[in-house]
T-cell receptor
C-alpha cells in the first residue's frame, strides 16, 4: 500500500468550469475525509465518509461542492462552476476506526492544488 | 471548539530546542494532535496526547498539555535542519471532525 493517493496533483481551470478530484485511501481504512487548505492557513474540514455513507458536512461545503464515495473505497470531490475563491489545496485523509478511547489517526495525501483563473 | 491558535513563525539555531505553542478552545477533545507539513506535501502525524495526560515524550519530541489553560506545546530537542517545516496542532471534539491551527513555520538556521 502506497498511502493515500490524490489525483490530479495540480489543476488549473477557468472560472465557471467544473473540476473533479479523486482520492484513493489506504485500502483497510473505512473513514475518508476531505479538507481544504489555503495559503497560510491550516486545513479546514469539508466532509467525512464512513464506508460509503457521508456522515458529516461542513457549512463551508456550498451547493457547488459534492463528494461521493460510491463503493466505500475511492472518493471524488467535484466543484461545479468554480470561482476564484475556490483556489486552494484540497487534501484527502483516511483512517481506520480507533479502538475504545483510541486516537483517530489521519493519514493525509499530498493534496490536489486547484488554481481558478 | 473551532479556534485553535498558534504563533506564525519560529526561528532557531541547529542543535537548540524548539518550542511550538498552541491554544485550543474545546475542552471535550479526548486527544490533541501535532502534525508536520513539508513544502508540497500533505500533513504527517508527529504525535498525539490523551487529554488526561500532562506530558508525553517520544524520542526528540515532548508534548506538554495544560488542560486548565487549554495550552499545548511541542518541544523538539536538538533541532535539525530537516525539522524545518510547518507544524499544526489540532483538536477533535467529536473524534471525527478535526480543527487545525494556522500552523507555525519553523526555520532552523545551520
Amino acid at each position: 500500500d502506497t498511502g493515500v493517493s490524490q489525483n490530479p496533483r495540480h489543476k488549473i481551470t477557468k472560472r465557471g468550469q467544473n473540476v473533479t478530484f479523486r482520492c484513493d485511501p489506504i485500502s483497510e481504512h473505512n473513514r475518508l475525509y476531505w479538507y481544504r487548505q489555503t495559503l497560510g492557513q491550516g486545513p479546514e474540514f469539508l466532509t467525512y465518509f464512513q464506508n460509503e455513507a457521508q456522515l458529516e458536512k461542513s457549512r463551508l461545503l456550498s451547493d457547488r461542492f459534492s463528494a461521493e464515495r460510491p463503493k466505500g473505497s475511492f472518493s471524488t470531490l467535484e466543484i461545479q462552476r468554480t470561482e476564484q475563491g475556490d483556489s486552494a489545496m484540497y487534501l484527502c485523509a483516511s483512517s481506520s476506526p480507533p479502538g475504545v478511547f483510541g486516537a483517530n489517526v489521519l493519514t493525509f495525501g499530498a493534496g490536489s492544488r486547484l488554481t481558478v483563473l | 471548539g473551532e479556534d485553535v491558535e498558534q504563533s506564525l513563525f519560529l526561528s532557531v539555531r541547529e542543535g537548540d530546542s524548539s518550542v511550538i505553542n498552541c491554544t485550543y478552545t474545546d475542552s471535550s477533545s479526548t486527544y490533541l494532535y501535532w502534525y508536520k507539513q513539508e513544502p508540497g506535501a500533505g500533513l504527517q502525524l508527529l504525535t498525539y496526547i490523551f487529554s488526561n495526560m500532562d506530558m508525553k515524550q517520544d524520542q526528540r519530541l515532548t508534548v506538554l498539555l495544560n488542560k486548565k489553560d487549554k495550552h499545548l506545546s511541542l518541544r523538539i530537542a536538538d533541532t535539525q535542519t530537516g525539522d524545518s517545516a510547518i507544524y499544526f496542532c489540532a483538536e477533535s471534539p467529536t473524534g471525527n471532525q478535526f480543527y487545525f491551527g494556522t500552523g507555525t513555520s519553523l526555520t532552523v538556521i545551520p
